[in-house]
C-alpha cells in the first residue's frame, strides 16, 4: 500500500510564502509522475503543478512565475514552494502520486490535504 503525507499548510497573508511537503511510503513504482491539485469550496479539485521522476515541471496557468514544484527522489518526497500568495489561493491542497506499472495497471494515490489560507 501506498501513503501520502501532506504537511506545510497554515494561514498566510496575501504576498506571503508557504512550502507544502509531501512524504511518500510504501510499493512506490520508480517512474511516476507526483503532482499537487487544490480545491476551493464549491469548486472541483484543479491540478497546480506536477512532476515527473523523468523530467520536466508543469504548472497552471494561474501558479507560473510564483509556485515551484520540486522532488527529492531519494527521499520520495515532493514540495510546492508558494509564493505571492493570493486570497484566490486558498483552497485545500492534495498530493498525488500515479503511475503505470509493469502491468500495466494506472495506479493513483492521494494524501489527505492540507489547508492554505491566504488574507487579504
Known amino acids: 500500500q501506498v501513503q501520502l503525507v501532506e504537511s506545510g499548510g497554515g494561514l498566510v497573508q496575501a504576498g506571503g510564502s508557504l512550502r507544502l511537503s509531501c512524504a511518500a511510503s510504501?510499493?512506490?513504482?520508480?517512474?511516476?509522475?507526483m503532482a499537487w491539485y487544490r480545491q476551493a469550496p464549491g469548486k472541483q479539485r484543479e491540478l497546480v503543478a506536477a512532476v515527473p521522476s523523468w523530467g520536466s515541471t508543469n504548472y497552471a496557468d494561474s501558479v507560473k512565475g510564483r509556485f515551484t514544484i520540486s522532488r527529492d527522489n531519494a527521499k520520495n518526497t515532493v514540495y510546492l514552494q508558494m509564493n505571492s500568495l493570493k486570497p484566490e489561493n486558498t483552497a485545500v491542497y492534495y498530493c498525488n502520486a500515479d503511475w503505470v506499472d509493469n502491468a500495466e495497471t494506472y495506479r493513483a494515490y492521494w494524501g489527505q490535504g492540507t489547508q492554505v489560507t491566504v488574507s487579504s
Open positions: 510504501g510499493s512506490i513504482f520508480s517512474r511516476n509522475v
